[in-house]
């Protein structure tokens, strides 16, 4: 993992990656579109987590509690276009796990998946 940011912030990836568990797991409310960028749905029930620099791909299993799949930096997810693949990666896996049903919540609105986040 890079050891400085590629987008000229201070917090390197891993403390950025760091930052966001931290705020996510106390409850800390998420501000859709600043500074994590913090959910964004991708299809399938699959969702992103999103620092500057990285970007988390995952499942809600159930209200608040985000399961990660897959990491990469943004930079290579974005000029690869890595987005499908993580997500069909994220459905593949999920469907594999021994999980109750359903294995995750279905839908869009960041509203069913977290409860205290803001669109700023």
């Known amino acids: 993992m890079e050891s400085t940011s590629n987008w000229n912030i201070e917090e390197n990836p891993v403390q950025q990656l760091d930052a966001l568990v931290y705020e996510f797991c106390i409850g800390e ?19 992103e987590l999103k620092t500057a620099d990285l970007r988390l791909f995952g499942w809600f299993v159930q209200k608040d509690c985000f399961i990660v799949c897959d990491c990469d930096t943004t930079l290579r997810v ?17 469907e594999r796990l021994d999980l109750d049903e359903p294995k995750f919540i279905a839908g869009d609105d960041p509203n069913d998946v977290v409860s205290d986040c803001y669109q700023p």
């Open 78 to 94: 974005k000029q690869m276009r890595l987005y499908p693949g993580y997500r069909d990666q994220a459905v593949r896996f999920r």
């Open 29 to 47: 409310p998420l501000a859709i579109g600043q500074r994590f960028k913090a959910l964004r749905p991708v299809g399938n029930g699959v969702w």
